[in-house]
C-alpha cells in the first residue's frame, strides 16, 4: 500500500500525462477526482505487475482491480506503457526529493548515504510493485518514456556520486573510484526486491542502518577488535 505522501506524488506525476478528462453531462467533471481515479489506477496497476508479472497484466486486469469498466479506463489512461512510466517516474522522483532535502538542510555525508538506503527500503515496504516495476521493466518503455526515465534516473544517481566524492574531499570516506564506490553502494540494494520481506526482515529504518553500516564498515574487522 502506498502512503498518503506517495498518494499526492501520484497524482502530481499522472497529471503530467494527464488526457483530458471525460466529457459527461452536466457540471464540469472535477479535476481532483480525475487525478485521484489516475493515482489509483497507477496504484493497482503497480500491486498487479508486483503479483503477476508486466507482461501478465492487461488493461482489463487493471480497470477491475481499479473498479472501473475497461472502456472508462481508456479515459484516463492511453496505455499500459503510460501507467508503466508513471511508476518508474514516481520511484525516481521520490528518492530525488528525498536527498534533495537531506543535502539542502546540510546533513553530513554518511547521514544522507544512509537516508538513500532508508528511501529505497521504505517505497519496497510501502509499495513494492512499484519498485518491481522500476528494475525488472524498465526495457518494455518506448523511446521517448525510456529518455525521460533515464534523464530522471541519470540525475539522481549524479547526486549520489557527487555526495560520495565530496566525502572523499573531506577525508570522511577512503578515497577510490567514485563511479565505482557508488555501483558497490547502490548493489546493497538493487536487488532488495528479491529478498525483502516486511514481517520477516526488520522494518526499512532498522534494515537501512544495519546494510549501511556492513558497506560502510565492510566485512574485515579492524586490527583492534577482538577475533
Given at each position: ?108 555525508t554518511l547521514a544522507i548515504l544512509r537516508g538513500v538506503y532508508e528511501d529505497i527500503f521504505r517505497q519496497l515496504h510501502d509499495s513494492p510493485g512499484t519498485v ?96
Amino acid at each position: 500500500m502506498t502512503t498518503a505522501e506517495d498518494a499526492a506524488l501520484l497524482s502530481e506525476v499522472a497529471a503530467t500525462t494527464e488526457k483530458p478528462a471525460p466529457r459527461k453531462r452536466g457540471p464540469k467533471v472535477d479535476v481532483e477526482l480525475t487525478r485521484q481515479r489516475r493515482s489509483d489506477i497507477v496504484r493497482e496497476a503497480a500491486r498487479l505487475f508486483d503479483q503477476v508479472g508486466y507482461h501478465g497484466v492487461n488493461m482489463e486486469m487493471i480497470a477491475e482491480a481499479a473498479g472501473l469498466k475497461k472502456p472508462t479506463l481508456y479515459h484516463y489512461i492511453a496505455s499500459k506503457e503510460e501507467i508503466l512510466f508513471n511508476i518508474q517516474e514516481i520511484y525516481l522522483i521520490r528518492l530525488r526529493e528525498k536527498i534533495s532535502a537531506r543535502v539542502e538542510a546540510g546533513m553530513d555525508t554518511l547521514a544522507i548515504l544512509r537516508g538513500v538506503y532508508e528511501d529505497i527500503f521504505r517505497q519496497l515496504h510501502d509499495s513494492p510493485g512499484t519498485v518491481r516495476s522500476f528494475f525488472e521493466h524498465q526495457r518494455e518503455l518506448g523511446p521517448e518514456f525510456e529518455a525521460r526515465i533515464r534523464k530522471e534516473r541519470n540525475a539522481y544517481n549524479a547526486e549520489v556520486v557527487r555526495v560520495i566524492s565530496e566525502g572523499m574531499d573531506k577525508g570522511v570516506i577512503n578515497r577510490a573510484d567514485v563511479r565505482l564506490t557508488a555501483l558497490c553502494f547502490f548493489g546493497v540494494t538493487n536487488w532488495a526486491y528479491q529478498w525483502y520481506r516486511p514481517g520477516r526482515d526488520p522494518v526499512p529504518e532498522a534494515l537501512a542502518d544495519q546494510c549501511f553500516d556492513i558497506f560502510a564498515r565492510g566485512m574485515l574487522t579492524s586490527p583492534g577488535d577482538s577475533q
